[in-house]
């Protein structure tokens, strides 16, 4: 296969992904804008029989100002988007069918945020960040114990000489206004991914759970064998896929307490700063709201992961 052809094949294969395919259809403006009023950072789920009914008041407001918007009413769209992968349906906790965004369709919503909104732009704080993850990983790479040691050193010697430095009345150089919105545009445009990293990994459980479950039901071996077989899956199950090693590797830190009051102090400590006047209510309480959303998506991980365990 030719290198074009190679590509061709590859980009075909991304257009059919779920994400793309809600991207590239007629009414993917009132579909993201729907997603968009229903669902929020704060109201993940929603009753179903009150998101057709949220459907059909969009429908009817939209037909009023003259927008041209689908025929079908809210429950059928519902039903549509759930079949093409953009919302997901479960029984919650109160035994009420409830709808919450897939993966997919939280990963479209953020490509539009990403347009519709100022990014972070190539700056020192996007650099910074760079060049501080390629040097952490490249010593993890690198097995020669010297090497690492040398690097060590360097870096207390860097940090010892700019302790000394303060301590003995140094100049304390403060982030410029600009600065600092550049490093908190930097942080938001990767906080705002988390919402969809954590829903891929529940995803992920959750076909799985769907995948053992049939499995079990067409076995026609023992059912001693059978459990036996199935119980060692349950095990394994966070290092079966891409998503769950990825998670189980940043679960380490995360179910650190320590580490994520610091990271809500260090939040604070940057709102602090007076460049953060410049930021609206709503991007305060959501930047500040970045360890509550850290802690619900494991919550939610660790709820799913629970439920095939228990089945």
């Given at each position: 296969?030719?290198?074009?052809?190679?590509?061709?094949?590859?980009?075909?294969?991304?257009?059919?992904?779920?994400?793309?395919?809600?991207?590239?259809?007629?009414?993917?403006?009132?579909?993201?804008?729907?997603f968009?009023?229903?669902?929020?950072?704060?109201?993940?789920?929603?009753?179903?029989?009150?998101?057709?009914?949220?459907?059909?008041?969009?429908?009817?407001?939209?037909?009023?100002?003259?927008?041209?918007v689908?025929?079908?009413?809210?429950?059928?769209?519902?039903?549509?988007?759930?079949?093409?992968?953009?919302?997901?349906?479960?029984?919650?906790?109160?035994?009420?069918?409830?709808?919450?965004?897939?993966?997919?369709?939280?990963?479209?919503?953020?490509?539009?945020?990403?347009?519709?909104?100022?990014?972070?732009?190539?700056?020192?704080?996007?650099?910074?960040?760079?060049?501080?993850?390629?040097?952490?990983?490249?010593?993890?790479?690198?097995?020669?114990?010297?090497?690492?040691?040398?690097?060590?050193?360097?870096?207390?010697?860097?940090?010892?000489?700019?302790?000394?430095?303060?301590?003995?009345?140094?100049?304390?150089?403060?982030?410029?206004?600009?600065?600092?919105?550049?490093?908190?545009a930097?942080?938001?445009?990767?906080?705002?991914?988390?919402?969809?990293?954590?829903?891929?990994?529940?995803?992920?459980?959750?076909?799985?759970?769907?995948?053992?479950?049939?499995?079990?039901?067409?076995?026609?071996?023992?059912?001693?064998?059978?459990?036996?077989?199935?119980?060692?899956?349950?095990?394994?199950?966070?290092?079966?896929?891409?998503?769950?090693?990825?998670?189980?590797?940043?679960?380490?830190?995360?179910?650190?307490?320590?580490?994520?009051?610091?990271?809500?102090?260090?939040?604070?400590?940057?709102?602090?700063?007076?460049?953060a006047?410049?930021?609206?209510?709503?991007?305060?309480?959501?930047?500040?709201?970045?360890?509550?959303?850290?802690r619900?998506?494991?919550d939610?991980?660790?709820?799913?992961?629970?439920?095939?365990?228990?089945?």
């Amino acid at each position: 296969m030719s290198e074009i052809a190679g590509e061709l094949a590859r980009v075909r294969e991304a257009f059919d992904k779920p994400t793309l395919r809600l991207l590239d259809r007629k009414w993917a403006p009132f579909v993201l804008a729907v997603f968009k009023s229903a669902f929020s950072r704060d109201r993940r789920s929603v009753q179903a029989d009150r998101l057709h009914s949220q459907v059909d008041a969009y429908l009817a407001d939209l037909r009023s100002v003259g927008s041209e918007v689908p025929g079908k009413n809210g429950r059928a769209l519902c039903v549509q988007w759930m079949n093409d992968l953009w919302l997901y349906r479960e029984t919650g906790e109160n035994g009420e069918e409830q709808y919450s965004l897939s993966s997919h369709a939280l990963e479209a919503l953020l490509l539009v945020d990403s347009l519709s909104r100022d990014r972070a732009l190539i700056s020192e704080s996007r650099l910074t960040t760079i060049v501080d993850s390629v040097r952490h990983r490249a010593t993890q790479a690198n097995p020669d114990r010297e090497a690492r040691i040398l690097r060590l050193d360097q870096e207390i010697a860097e940090r010892t000489a700019e302790r000394d430095r303060l301590q003995d009345g140094g100049e304390i150089v403060t982030a410029t206004d600009e600065q600092m919105h550049e490093g908190y545009a930097n942080l938001v445009d990767l906080i705002t991914q988390l919402p969809s990293d954590f829903k891929r990994v529940e995803e992920s459980v959750a076909a799985m759970h769907r995948q053992i479950v049939s499995d079990f039901r067409g076995e026609e071996r023992p059912i001693g064998e059978v459990l036996d077989e199935y119980l060692a899956k349950t095990d394994a199950l966070m290092s079966a896929t891409a998503e769950g090693r990825a998670f189980e590797g940043a679960f380490t830190l995360l179910r650190d307490d320590a580490l994520l009051q610091d990271v809500k102090n260090d939040l604070e400590s940057i709102l602090d700063h007076p460049f953060a006047t410049r930021l609206t209510t709503a991007e305060r309480r959501t930047f500040l709201g970045t360890v509550g959303l850290i802690r619900k998506g494991i919550d939610d991980v660790l709820t799913q992961r629970n439920g095939l365990t228990t089945t």
